[in-house]
């Protein structure tokens, strides 16, 4: 099945620090979805990507695609308490009885220090 | 307000009994998904369902059970086969199956008593 490394596992920073988590992949990728999950919660979908090289922003953040689909960072600016809690990406399977699949990295914890 | 609706919250789980999670959404999507989460791990699917009357195993299908007789609903079943079934488990819909966001519930936490 389709396998996504993700780092760091944990990342503390004090607030007012950037951020950034990344997600690699072994075999190119049609497309990425990133999702947050605040602690105690569940995971709210963040962005999608699809085009080689794409990159978009949502306020602070900002969500990458690399050129050869491969891989994907998520940067966030001057990090704030509000955006503590859990990043995933989510990568899918392609074709044959796994479409519609899709795997999750392990995701990064991060914590923000006032 | 449309969404997912998980009950219950908490539940309990003795020795040798099954239990059944409750999923139900109202945002008229034809996919729903049933994902287990274990603390600081990613999530991983147990079961998926992309029509009614039709659903596939996920990567750990293993100890559990689905169905999906109705459009809105998709309960999962943990049965006395699965060994370790103390985790969170989250429940999701999509509007279809590709390159669409999934919409998760608020999740089921098991715990063996």
């Known amino acids: 099945g389709q396998q996504v490394m993700q780092i760091p596992q944990y990342q503390h920073v004090q607030e007012g620090e950037d951020f950034t988590t990344y997600c690699n992949s072994s075999t190119t990728l049609s497309n990425i979805q990133w999702y947050k999950q605040r602690p105690g919660g569940h995971p709210v979908f963040l962005i999608q990507?699809?085009?080689?090289?794409e990159v978009k922003k949502q306020k602070r953040l900002t969500f990458q695609f690399g050129e050869a689909k491969k891989n994907s960072s998520l940067h966030i600016t001057a990090t704030q308490t509000t955006d503590v809690g859990t990043y995933f990406c989510a990568v899918p399977n392609a074709g044959g009885t796994s479409y519609g699949k899709l795997t999750f990295g392990q995701g990064t914890i991060l914590t923000v220090h006032p | 307000d449309g969404g997912i609706t998980q009950s219950p919250k908490y539940l309990f789980r003795k020795e040798g009994q099954n239990v059944t999670l409750s999923c139900e959404q109202n945002?008229?999507?034809?996919?729903m998904y049933w994902y287990r989460q274990d603390p600081g791990q990613g999530l991983r699917l147990i079961y998926y369902s992309q029509i009614v009357n039709d659903f596939q195993k996920g990567d750990i299908a293993e100890g559990y059970s689905v169905s999906r007789e109705k459009k809105e609903s998709f309960p999962l079943t943990v049965t006395s086969a699965q060994k370790n079934p103390t985790a969170f488990y989250l429940c999701a819909s999509s509007i279809g199956w590709d390159r669409v966001a999934q919409h998760f519930g608020d999740g089921t936490r098991l715990s063996i008593l």
């Open positions: 990507l699809v085009k080689s090289g």
């Open positions: 945002l008229n999507h034809d996919a």
